[in-house]
Each structure stands twice: as structure tokens, then as C-alpha cells.
């Protein structure tokens, strides 16, 4: 659903988990991701591939709000 570009790497973003909006990389020196629709998100991270990484094996009910 959502992608972002970083140094050549592209991050894909799986919808949320709980709306099934679109989800939005978010950072300078940390990372989270957030859903644009209703701001469910991930904890921060040092690196956006983290972020990304734990949005995306997330679960229903896994983030924080």
C-alpha cells in the first residue's frame, strides 16, 4: 500500500491492521510508521527498514495507539 525510497531501497507498507488505510514512514534518526487514516503506529525505531519490518509483521491489536 504505502512505499518509500530511501538511499536506492525501496520499503513496501502493508495496509493497517485495523482500518485498512494506507500507512506512512515517518523519521530523521528514529523511525515509525503510522496509518494515515486513523494514526495507529509502531514503536520508534534507528532505522526506517525496522520500523517498516515490524509494521508489516504486525497483528491485529500488536501496535500502539
Same mark, same amino acid.
Given at each position: #500500500?504505502? *512505499? ?7 520499503? *513496501?507498507?502493508?495496509? #493497517? ?6 500507512? %506512512? ?8 510508521? %503510522? #496509518? ?12 526506517? &527498514?525496522?520500523?517498516? %519490518? ?5 497483528? $491485529?491489536? &500488536?501496535?500502539? $495507539?
Amino acid at each position: #500500500c504505502g *512505499e518509500i525510497s530511501m538511499k536506492n531501497k525501496s520499503i *513496501e507498507l502493508k495496509a #493497517c491492521p485495523c482500518c485498512g488505510g494506507a500507512a %506512512e514512514l515517518h523519521g530523521q534518526k528514529t523511525f515509525y510508521v %503510522e #496509518c494515515r487514516k486513523c494514526a495507529l503506529a509502531t514503536d520508534r525505531y534507528a532505522r526506517p &527498514q525496522f520500523a517498516a %519490518e515490524a509494521w508489516n509483521r504486525r497483528m $491485529e491489536g &500488536q501496535l500502539n $495507539e
